[in-house]
């Protein structure tokens, strides 16, 4: 059963920092890309972050380039985004993506606000 499950999210004021985590099973963890979306009310969902199967190639959006961080864990099977100095326009759901195993999580809201 492909699953991924995201934790992490809640309310933080801004300058503030979050840690976000997918947990993964059901596919060989190791093999995918894994990416995070993100999407706030009225807006379409946003590409925050992607890492390759090995760690070793990561891309991020201009809006978070310098503040998030994305990492994984193969031990794990987890991948983690790493959220420092947020801004109120990064309150969204977050979701996690395992391509190529078409795998969503269900999303963690992140909330900044003073």
């Known amino acids: 059963q492909v699953q991924l499950v995201e934790s992490g999210g809640g309310l933080v004021q801004p300058g503030g920092s979050l840690r976000l985590s997918c947990a993964a099973s059901g596919f060989t963890f190791s093999t995918a890309t894994m990416s995070w979306y993100r999407q706030a009310p009225g807006k379409e969902r946003e590409l925050v972050a992607r890492?390759?199967?090995?760690?070793?190639?990561?891309i991020y959006a201009d809006s978070v380039k310098g503040r998030f961080t994305i990492s994984r864990d193969n031990a794990k099977n987890t991948v983690y985004l790493q959220m420092n100095s947020l801004r109120p326009e990064d309150t969204a759901v977050y979701r996690c993506?395992?391509?190529?195993?078409?795998?969503w999580g269900q999303g963690t809201q992140v909330t900044v606000s003073s």
């Open positions: 993506y395992a391509f190529p195993y078409h795998a």
């Open positions: 890492i390759t199967g090995s760690g070793g190639s990561t």
